[in-house]
């Protein structure tokens, strides 16, 4: 689904990420670990369009993806979520994740070739009918997506997401990329600053998503959650790929223990 070859993001004399190369497959989970800095999140942001790589390329369903920009991209299927939440303060938990649906359905929607915006418009009001049918269908669609998350959200469809908690704005954001119905989801740390019961609870809608086939790139922390959903892993350092494999080859990995446990715990590996 996913091949991203020989990728490559310099700032200054940084080599943010240098030379990864990855594939996934369709209904693959494969998570990126590292320590803080190692270039996770540039490399996400180069996948979905929010940065351009310097070298190398990304493949997405055989098309050359490179450099093309975050709204198309998630027009054609590749969704993604903010390490530090991203969502519009002033609209409600609805509106939010109907953002997601509406960028679907206008994707879907036949251009009409030669028509511009303002006939584009003039079009949605003389088929009303239709309009208020599949908003109706959008709002429904929401509401069972919010449903994953329980009690956390339901009763708060209509409250703005600034009142909202920040573990209550982050489920909105993963909502929101649900609601694209993404081919393949990109997750970047999406249990940052979350308890542990919360954690779980994110662990528990990530594994029912991948049971169901989603094909999810995973950015993760708490590496408990990275062993128990991965297909593979790959580790990054400084920019570079270290490891990749299954999850216990890699967690195994001397390397892997030097580099990773070593830059993030006292603990008796770094030792
Ligand atoms: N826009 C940027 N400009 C300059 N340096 C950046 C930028 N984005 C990230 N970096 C640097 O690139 C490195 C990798 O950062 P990042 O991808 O955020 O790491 P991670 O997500 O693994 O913690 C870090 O040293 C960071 O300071
Ligand atoms: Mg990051």
């Given at each position: 689904m996913l091949a991203i070859s020989n990728l490559?993001?310099?700032?200054?004399?940084?080599?943010?990420?240098?030379?990864i190369t990855l594939g996934i497959g369709a209904?693959?989970?494969?998570?990126?670990?590292?320590?803080?800095?190692?270039?996770?999140?540039?490399?996400?942001?180069l996948v979905s369009g929010?940065?351009?790589p310097?070298?190398g390329r990304v493949v997405f369903e055989g098309a050359d993806i490179t450099g093309m920009?975050?709204?198309?991209l998630?027009?054609i299927g590749l969704?993604?979520?903010?390490?530090?939440?991203?969502?519009?303060?002033?609209?409600?938990?609805?509106?939010?994740?109907?953002?997601?649906?509406?960028?679907?359905?206008?994707?879907?929607?036949?251009?009409?070739?030669?028509?511009?915006?303002?006939?584009?418009?003039?079009?949605?009001?003389?088929?009303?009918?239709?309009?208020?049918?599949?908003?109706?269908?959008?709002?429904?669609?929401?509401?069972?997506?919010?449903?994953?998350?329980?009690?956390?959200?339901?009763?708060?469809?209509?409250?703005?997401?600034?009142?909202?908690?920040?573990?209550?704005?982050?489920?909105?954001?993963?909502?929101?990329?649900?609601?694209?119905?993404?081919k393949l989801?990109?997750?970047?740390?999406?249990?940052?600053?979350?308890?542990?019961?919360?954690?779980?609870?994110?662990?528990?809608?990530?594994?029912?998503?991948?049971?169901?086939?989603?094909?999810?790139l995973?950015?993760?922390?708490?590496?408990?959650?990275?062993?128990?959903?991965?297909?593979?892993?790959?580790?990054?350092?400084?920019?570079?790929?270290?490891?990749?494999?299954?999850?216990?080859?890699?967690?195994?990995?001397?390397?892997?223990?030097?580099?990773?446990?070593?830059?993030?715990?006292?603990?008796?590996?770094?030792?």
């Open positions: 490559q993001r310099r700032f200054g004399g940084l080599l943010a990420v240098n030379d209904g693959e989970l494969v998570s990126v670990i590292g320590p803080n800095g190692a270039g996770k999140t540039t490399l996400f942001n929010i940065d351009r310097d070298a920009a975050a709204q198309r998630a027009e969704a993604r979520t903010f390490q530090h939440g991203r969502v519009f303060a002033n609209l409600s938990v609805m509106d939010n994740v109907l953002i997601g649906g509406h960028v679907r359905l206008r994707a879907a929607r036949p251009r009409v070739p030669g028509l511009g915006a303002l006939a584009e418009l003039l079009l949605a009001v003389i088929r009303p009918s239709a309009v208020r049918g599949e908003e109706a269908a959008l709002r429904d669609e929401v509401r069972d997506i919010v449903a994953m998350f329980g009690d956390r959200l339901l009763p708060r469809l209509d409250h703005p997401a600034h009142s909202l908690s920040y573990a209550n704005r982050r489920r909105v954001e993963i909502a929101r990329a649900l609601a694209l119905r993404p989801l990109l997750l970047d740390e999406p249990t940052a600053g979350m308890n542990e019961t919360e954690t779980t609870e994110i662990q528990e809608i990530v594994a029912s998503l991948k049971a169901r086939g989603q094909t999810i995973l950015i993760e922390h708490k590496l408990g959650m990275v062993m128990r959903l991965s297909d593979r892993v790959l580790v990054m350092d400084g920019g570079r790929a270290i490891a990749e494999g299954k999850p216990q080859e890699v967690r195994n990995n001397p390397a892997v223990i030097e580099a990773y446990l070593g830059h993030q715990s006292t603990g008796q590996e770094a030792a």
